[in-house]
C-alpha cells in the first residue's frame, strides 16, 4: 500500500489564493492528496466549506491557519508567518486574535490604496477589493497592477510597488510571535514555522529565528515544500533534529502553476519525526 500524501499549507479565496476552499479540495484529491489543511492567511472563514467537501471527497481534513507575525529581533521587525494546524476554530482565543489581525489587514490594505493613489494610480483599493473574496492582501494590490495594466505579473507588482522600501509598501504591526504560538495552543493546536528558507535572511538569522520559535514553544517547522532542492530540505530537516521540533509538509498552494502545485514533492526526509504523529 502506497504512503499517505499529505499537504498542511495552501491557500483559497479565504485570502489571497484564487480557488474556492472547495475548489482547493477537489484539486488536491485530484493531484491524490489523503490528507490536507487549509491555511488562509489570518483568516478561517472557508474551513467549514472545505471540510465539507473533504469528508465529501473522503480524504482527511486538518483545521489550518497561516498566522502573520512580526519578529523583532532583527531590529525594525520581520514578518515571519506562524501555521497553526488541528487547532478548535471556535477558540475564543483564536476567534480574538484573528479579529484583530483582521482589523490591522484593513487599516493596512487602505494605506496601500492612499499610497498608490498618490503615484497616480487611483481607485487601487476599489479595484483589489473586487478581486478579493475576504479580506484584501498585497496579493489581490498585485493582481489589481496586472489587471490595468501596470506590471505584466504578480513578482512585478511586488518588486516595482509593494514590497519593503517600495512606493506602496505598508508595514503592518502584526501580532508577535509568541502571542501566536500561545493562542494556537490555547485553541488546542500545534504551531509551525512556515517555509524558513524564504525570508531573505542568511542562514544564521534563520538559525536565531528557530532557536527563539523553540524558546516559544513552537512545535514543528515546515521540512518539505515545493521547489526545494535537496540540500535545502536535508538543512531544515536538521535543524528540525537539532531542536527535536516536528517536522510538517506544504506547498503553499495559492494558484495553478507548473512549479508550486497541492501535494507536489512535499517526502519528509526519514531522520525527522512527521507532525501528523501528533495531529487527531
Known amino acids: 500500500m502506497s504512503e499517505k500524501i499529505y499537504d498542511l499549507h ?16 477537489r484539486r488536491a484529491v485530484e493531484n491524490g492528496v489523503n490528507v490536507l489543511a487549509l491555511c488562509d492567511h489570518d483568516s478561517i472563514v472557508g474551513l467549514a466549506e472545505a471540510k465539507a467537501e473533504a469528508d465529501k471527497q473522503g480524504i482527511q481534513f486538518i483545521n489550518g491557519v497561516e498566522i502573520s507575525t512580526l519578529w ?49 494610480i487611483p481607485n487601487a483599493y476599489q479595484g483589489a477589493k473586487a478581486l478579493a473574496c475576504g479580506e484584501v492582501t498585497r496579493a489581490h494590490y ?24 517600495k512606493p506602496a509598501y505598508v508595514k503592518a504591526d502584526w501580532v508577535d510571535i509568541e502571542t501566536a504560538i500561545n493562542v494556537i495552543h490555547q485553541a488546542g493546536g500545534l504551531a509551525v514555522l512556515a517555509h524558513p528558507l524564504r525570508y531573505n535572511m542568511t542562514n544564521r538569522w534563520i538559525k536565531r529565528l528557530v532557536a527563539d520559535f523553540v524558546q516559544w514553544q513552537g512545535d514543528a517547522i515546515e521540512v518539505a515544500g515545493c521547489g526545494q532542492s535537496l540540500e535545502q530540505r536535508q538543512l531544515v530537516a536538521g535543524w528540525a533534529v537539532e531542536h527535536h521540533l516536528l517536522a510538517s509538509v506544504g506547498s503553499d498552494f495559492h494558484f495553478p502553476c507548473a512549479w508550486i502545485e497541492l501535494g507536489k514533492s512535499l517526502t519528509l526526509p526519514d531522520n525527522v519525526t512527521p507532525i501528523w504523529t501528533q495531529l487527531g
Do not use: W
Not at 498585485?142 to 522600501?165: C, E, H, P, T
Open 10 to 25: 495552501c491557500h483559497s479565496t479565504a485570502s489571497d489564493g484564487v480557488l474556492s476552499p472547495t475548489e482547493v479540495v
Open 72 to 120: 523583532t529581533e532583527p531590529g525594525s521587525g520581520r514578518g515571519i508567518h506562524i501555521v497553526g494546524l488541528g487547532f478548535n476554530p471556535n477558540s475564543p482565543e483564536m476567534t480574538a486574535l484573528l479579529a484583530q489581525q483582521a482589523v490591522l489587514r484593513l487599516q493596512r490594505a487602505i494605506q496601500i490604496g492612499e499610497k498608490l493613489e498618490k503615484i497616480g
Open 142 to 165: 498585485a493582481r489589481f497592477l496586472v489587471q490595468i495594466g501596470k506590471v505584466s505579473n504578480d513578482a512585478q507588482a511586488f518588486k516595482r510597488y509593494l514590497s519593503a522600501g
